[in-house]
């Protein structure tokens, strides 16, 4: 059974993704605007990476959102098969 931690990060990537996405933003766009590699971002969306608290509220403040977008997950995902990154 993963650890919450790592449900927490695997919701974090899911929902990065999506939101990303949703916005039609490219992986280089966000990494540019947030001063870090394309290839940070990926790793955030493949839950290979963690950012850290200044990067999610940096990405809040891009997208206008609460960090609580980012970290709220709901702990029955795993019955779910979502939100695992393992």
Not at 16 to 45: C, H, M, N, P, Y
Request: net charge positive; aromatic share 10%; charged share 35%.
């Amino acid at each position: 059974m993963p650890s919450r931690k790592r449900k927490v990060d695997a919701h974090f990537a899911m929902k990065l993704k999506e939101f990303r996405k949703e916005r039609g933003l490219t992986q280089q766009e966000v990494a540019d605007a947030l001063g870090v590699f394309k290839s940070t971002i990926s790793k955030w969306e493949l839950c290979q990476r963690e950012a850290s608290l200044s990067t999610i509220k940096a990405i809040c403040k891009i997208y206008g959102v609460e960090p609580g977008y980012f970290v709220n997950f709901d702990y029955n995902e795993e019955e779910k098969g979502e939100g695992n990154c393992d």
